[in-house]
């Protein structure tokens, strides 16, 4: 109860911040209608909204975590304040392997399914970053790919394999249409 207070009101403040430092965002003469200050501006009344509901009708008082639950979180914590550091210089790829592995580790201790989740999610959401949202994420830092040699050519083979999947669908894509076509 009192947690859910203090919280609520530690939001209120950062939402403030919020709104106030996106009042100092520029909009340039050919920018859209809306302009670029109104998505803080909702993100911060959404925060502002959450955190009343916060103050004034807070959850009963929670029962923390004590001893390897705790440290598990802290942990956990510890791995993704490395993973933001880890990104710029070592490139996307390394650091999301890292950091899912041992976070899939915590939640399921098999060595195995931990390491296949790492290298999973590390390539797969490089792959969709790329492919889906266009994103041009860097994959891995020429500097970090000279300790670690292999990474790069799967990258390499994964965007490969991804340009000859998009072919494909744009040729199925315009056979099926040539077919309707002639049906329709």
């Not at 705790?70 to 710029?88: E, K, S, T």
């Not at 790492?118 to 959401?125: H, N, P, R, S």
């Not at 300790?147 to 991804?162: G, H, K, N, T």
Request: with cysteine; net charge positive.
């Amino acid at each position: 109860m009192r947690s859910d207070r203090i919280f609520g009101l530690v939001m209120i403040v950062v939402a403030l911040g919020y709104i106030l430092s996106a009042t100092t965002i520029r909009s340039s003469f050919m920018s859209d209608p809306v302009g670029p200050r109104i998505f803080p501006y909702i993100i911060a009344v959404a925060t502002l909204l959450c955190a009343g509901v916060m103050v004034l009708r807070p959850d009963p008082e929670v029962e923390w975590p004590r001893g390897p639950a705790l440290m598990n979180l802290g942990l956990a914590l510890v791995v993704l304040i490395g993973y933001a550091f880890a990104i710029r210089p070592l490139g996307f790829v390394i650091p999301t392997i890292i950091a899912s592995g041992i976070i899939s580790y915590q939640i399921s201790p098999q060595i195995r399914t931990a390491i296949l989740s790492g290298l999973g999610l590390g390539f797969g959401l490089q792959m969709m970053f790329k492919s889906v949202l266009g994103l041009n994420l860097i994959a891995i830092r020429p500097e970090a790919a000279k300790f670690l040699p292999v990474i790069q050519p799967v990258v390499d083979a994964l965007d490969y394999v991804i340009q000859i999947l998009k072919l494909i669908l744009v040729s199925v894509y315009g056979y099926i249409a040539h077919l309707l076509s002639f049906i329709f």
